[in-house]
């Protein structure tokens, strides 16, 4: 209750202090997104209906459902989330729990809820300003589908999809997504999910398998009726991204390289930031989303914990990464607990709702506060500062306003000077409180302990912190004046006692 009381507290003294970090950008973009992923039946149990649970079954429904959504969404906001993605939710074939046997594009799955479960749940994530994202299959449907027979032309039986990596594809049929008639359908569909549940986005389930035809044609038509329409893109591929950021109606494409970069990296102690850098750079700076779990693949947790690595301190490191770099964080579900997995279907257990780390949890609403308050971890420049083995200082920029960023992954405490900064000034941080004050040289020099990060902003040098020191200096004279007091009496009653 007091961690909570005292992230309430620094919120609006951030505010306060720095009234023009903290002004609105005139027009809201999905730059300012913090993405919450929920896979919807490995979520939360609401308890909808008659359900065909097996929870021995790691490939049969678990009971997670949309009214299970609803009950969290105050949790997910207090972390920090402003939006969250559902793993698709349209009619499925038997056992597909993960959505991507679709059967019916027009049906919420009954083991997931009802269109008026839905609709509730896009409703009160509204009234808490948050908006619903929900993923949407284009490009094959169940082989048990209705439309397998009905539209036999519709229908790309050549197409193969590689099954031993992708083993939740083994029950589909690939759309012809370059077929007119294909995409005017697909357009029906995306339309009606719109209107019917109010919804805010879709993110299009492997995206680099379907045509460009389709992908222009489709998301052209959603943005022409609803401008601010957020269309994310997934890949199952790790080169399909560069064709996804050629389409200009594709708000934010996945980034495998940068996920498995961000992965391994922070998996270890000792590896160097600068080959996340690196990784992001040399694949051509995308702004895109920024993972690092997903429902398919080992989680972050499991893989660091057989390094031996701290629960605190990898995922502190791993967000402010994700959090202050060019990108939109997107966290899957049960990372703020941690939860562990080694791989498909390991990683889609129910999520553990009633446990966690009360100071992890913590760290994701102090850092998206950071991220949310300050317009240059949403919008700015960035820039490669300085390194020192095994960490990296680098800085965003935007109107005016610089923010450095720290991160060290090495085993020892280092230290960076930087220069370019101005006269009179200092770096305060705002995650450890670490402080940087200029030399005689004119440098400032950055120096964070081992495995730790740090976000500093640039303000007037006011020499002592009085407002840190003066509490203190309070309590050590009131001490004084206590030892003093409790001396004399006691030398009272010495005296009183030789009379």
């Known amino acids: 209750m007091k961690k909570i009381f005292y992230i309430l507290l620094v919120i609006p003294f951030f505010l306060m202090i720095y009234p ?8 809201a973009s999905i730059n300012e997104e913090i993405i919450y992923n929920i896979f919807v039946d490995r979520f939360n149990n609401g308890k909808t209906g ?11 429904y678990h009971g997670g459902d949309l009214k299970g959504i609803t009950k969290k969404l105050d949790d997910i906001k207090q972390l920090g989330f402003t939006t969250i993605s559902l793993s698709p939710i349209m009619a499925n074939a038997a056992k597909g729990y993960h959505g991507y046997w679709i059967e019916d594009y027009f049906r919420v799955e009954e083991e997931l809820g009802t269109m008026q479960d839905l609709q509730h749940l896009v409703s009160e994530a509204h009234k808490r300003e948050m908006k619903v994202v929900v993923e949407f299959v284009p490009g094959f449907v169940a082989k048990t589908s209705p439309l397998v027979s009905e539209k036999a032309a519709w229908m790309d039986t050549s197409k193969q999809f590689d099954t031993k990596k992708n083993p939740w594809l083994e029950n589909v049929v690939a759309l012809d997504t370059g077929n007119p008639e294909v995409i005017s359908y697909l357009q029906e569909v995306a339309d009606f999910w719109v209107e019917e549940a109010n919804i805010d986005g879709y993110s299009l389930y492997a995206a680099d398998e379907t ?10 038509h959603l943005k022409e009726k609803h401008p601010q329409f957020m269309i994310l893109a997934s890949t199952i591929t790790n080169q399909g991204d560069e064709k996804l950021r050629e389409i200009e109606g594709i708000d934010l494409v996945d980034n495998k390289v940068l996920q498995q970069a961000l992965f391994s990296s922070f998996a270890e102690e000792g590896k160097p930031v600068e080959e996340i850098i690196d990784s992001w750079e040399n694949n051509g700076k995308p702004y895109g989303l920024i993972a690092i779990d997903d429902p ?25 990464y994700m959090y202050t770099t060019p990108g939109v964080p997107i966290i899957y579900q049960g990372s703020e607990i941690p939860m562990y997995g080694s791989g498909y279907p390991e990683s889609q257990h129910l999520v553990e709702l009633n446990s966690g780390d009360s100071d992890l949890k913590e760290f994701y609403t102090r850092i998206s506060s950071l991220r949310t308050s300050f317009p240059a971890l949403q919008y700015g420049d960035f820039e490669k500062v300085a390194q020192d083995k095994g960490m990296s200082v680098y800085k965003r ?12 992954n090495d085993p020892e405490s280092r230290a960076v000077s930087i220069k370019g900064i101005g006269n009179g000034l200092q770096l305060r941080g705002l995650l450890g409180d670490n402080l940087a004050r200029e030399d005689e040289q004119g440098e400032y ?16 040098n006011t020499g002592l912190n009085w407002v840190f020191i003066a509490p203190i200096l309070v309590v050590m004279l009131l001490f004084v004046t206590a030892i003093v007091y409790l001396g004399r009496k006691e030398k009272q009653r010495n005296h009183n006692s030789e009379k």
């Open 211 to 220: 045509s460009p035809q389709f992908l222009n044609a489709f998301t052209s």
């Open 397 to 408: 920029t935007y109107e005016g306003e610089t923010i450095y960023i720290a991160i060290n």
């Open 20 to 27: 023009t970090s903290s002004l609105a950008v005139e027009k």
């Open 296 to 320: 398919f693949s080992k989680r972050f947790t499991h893989e660091f914990s057989e390094h031996r690595r701290n629960i605190l301190t990898a995922w502190k490191l791993a967000l402010t």
């Open 50 to 60: 008659k359900k065909k649970v097996e929870l021995n079954d790691p490939y049969a």
């Open 445 to 460: 020099k950055i120096g964070i302990p081992r495995e730790s990060s740090e976000v500093y902003i640039i303000e007037e």
